[in-house]
């Protein structure tokens, strides 16, 4: 009776530890979630060892077990078995045995890049990354007096269509937990939203202020609001997004496991939560309105892109031949077409380092892939490149952003100081990373290249003010950038340095320090002036 009394005790202490501790880990109960499965089988071996201690009897140095009905060894032998079954079972569900499924979790068809891409104008290109959004974000923050010192903002800076404009958008949260007991009954006021084109920060209050998000505690936190309306759905990320209207919601993607027990994770559903009201439902993917841009996180999508690319041709022709075998490049960005967000990046073979075979463009909303068969420099080459025409100043390029200038792909990129501000452009063409233009402004650079891909400035001279000089060359010297002649020349009388590309003149090679020169030139910068013309 003493012992049947003491199992009692053990077992609701034992339960209440499961309680609590699932009130803050908020595993899905679902069986082809691994960390329900760890989680089950901790509990199992937690309830063992709760069980044993009272079975353990200490005489002097001597420990034994007391001959008692031995509950804790039947969780034991429970949480062994489950983990040798649940080994077998992730073993099972490897591409070894599944190569063709995991390769067919996405499915590409061919598209024609110049039709599928519309042209934009300079005007309308993003120039705003992650990073420089969350500077800019910042920064508003810290303009604001009255709400810096109770909210900071939320790093997630989520890329959507607003209102047929690229923005990201990042609600507050609020800046520990002492400011979170001030002002949770009010909740969070604000979010923020940067435009991409030209960095303009705008700190929108919804009708209703934001009552559910990551930063909330308890009941409103977003997850386990979530969790306990939803407690067998297998999450993914939670992306922060706003409607047509400017209403804030979180967008859940539902994941499930397509091949064996815990392969091929795929979004299968989409909860919809309104972070204001706290309403939520959970529909299928072809439900999801058009304003989402993001149910489809991009990892998941570079996951299964790299699976198609490998196991096209069996799992064993992956690690041995590798005939066929493709892989995406190190890095992807996002390009906005009509009112949808596609994730793009380079595709190249697995035994080729320098080139991209083509590359894809991904509707992050419906997951259609389309490839477009367009040998092109890889990525990091091309911001390389990018980085080699200006190396003096060390400008470091952001990831390229893909464009459609005269019917060809070509790469955009800013190039940033070691503060992380962006101080010029650079559009390369992605089918011969060599040609390269930089400019101080987007407008500038777009003039130069859409001259026939060329860095002449006669394009630009129609933009700026004109000047001409006549002097005699004090000290002339040329250098090569990425294959074109570059020429600085001082001239008498003249404090600013004066530069000019090959293709300006015939005579450049000719000229020598004494030779008396007339040029027309616009100014560039504070002692740089770029020749327009040699006459």
Not at 43 to 63: C, D, S, T, W, Y
Not at 363 to 383: G, H, Q, V
Not at 476 to 492: A, D, H, K, P, R
Request: charged share 20%; glycine share 8%; net charge negative.
């Amino acid at each position: 009776m003493k012992n049947a009394k003491g199992n009692i005790i053990t077992g609701i202490i034992w339960v209440a530890l499961i309680l609590i501790s699932y009130y803050f880990l908020l595993v899905p109960i679902n069986i082809q979630s691994v960390g329900f499965w760890a989680y089950f089988c901790i509990m199992l071996l937690l309830g063992a060892g709760l069980f044993l201690l009272p079975q353990v009897a200490v005489n002097g140095k001597k420990i034994t077990l007391k001959k008692e009905p031995q509950v804790w060894s039947y969780l034991l032998r429970a949480s062994i078995l489950i983990i040798a079954a649940v080994g077998i079972m992730a073993i099972y569900s490897m591409p070894l045995f599944h190569a063709h499924r995991y390769a067919t979790l996405i499915e590409k068809h061919e598209g024609n890049f110049a039709e599928d891409v519309a042209e934009i104008a300079f005007n309308q290109v993003p120039t705003v990354d992650r990073d420089t959004a969350q500077r800019l974000g910042d920064r508003k923050m810290g303009e604001i007096v009255e709400l810096v010192s109770q909210f900071s903002v939320a790093s997630d800076y989520t890329q959507i269509n607003y209102q047929g404009k690229p923005v990201r958008v990042s609600p507050l949260e609020y800046a520990g937990f002492f400011k979170w007991l001030n002002n949770k009954q009010a909740g969070l006021p604000n979010y923020i939203m940067v435009d991409m084109i030209n960095g303009k920060v705008t700190l929108e209050k919804p009708k209703q202020a934001i009552m559910y998000s990551e930063s909330e505690r308890f009941g409103r936190n977003l997850e386990r609001y979530l969790r306990f309306n939803y407690m067998n759905d297998i999450f993914g990320n939670f992306s922060f997004e706003v409607d047509e209207d400017g209403t804030p919601y979180w967008i859940v993607a539902v994941l499930e496991k397509k091949i064996g027990l815990f392969g091929g994770t795929d979004v299968k559903e989409v909860i919809m939560l309104n972070a204001s009201t706290g309403e939520h439902q959970k529909i299928g993917i072809e439900e999801v309105p058009t304003w989402v841009d993001t149910v489809f996180e991009s990892e998941l999508v570079i996951e299964q892109v790299n699976y198609n690319g490998k196991y096209q041709g069996g799992f064993w022709n992956s690690i041995v031949g590798q005939r066929g075998v493709l892989a995406s490049t190190d890095g992807y960005n996002y390009l906005a077409i009509n009112d949808d967000v596609y994730l793009y990046t380079g595709i190249t073979s697995v035994v080729r380092d320098e080139s991209n075979i083509g590359f894809i463009l991904v509707n992050l909303r419906t997951k259609d892939m389309t490839f477009y068969s367009i040998p092109s420099a890889e990525e990091y080459s091309a911001m390389e490149s990018a980085q080699g025409a200006v190396q003096e100043k060390g400008y470091v390029s952001t990831f390229p952003l893909l464009l459609n200038i005269n019917g060809k792909p070509t790469y955009f990129m800013s190039l940033k100081d070691n503060a992380g501000l962006i101080k010029m452009y650079a559009l390369v063409d992605a089918e011969d990373y060599q040609k390269v233009i930089i400019g101080v402004t987007v407008e500038e650079t777009f003039a130069m290249f859409t001259n026939k891909g060329t860095a002449t400035s006669e394009k630009v001279s129609e933009l700026k003010e004109q000047f001409e000089v006549i002097a005699k060359i004090t000290d002339i010297q040329n250098l090569v950038i990425e294959g074109n002649t570059y020429y600085y020349i001082l001239l008498e009388g003249q404090e600013d340095v004066f530069t000019a590309n090959i293709t300006q003149s015939e005579r450049l090679p000719f000229l020598k320090i004494g030779d008396t020169i007339s040029v027309k030139y616009v100014e560039e910068k504070e002692t740089v002036n770029s020749i327009v013309k040699l006459l």
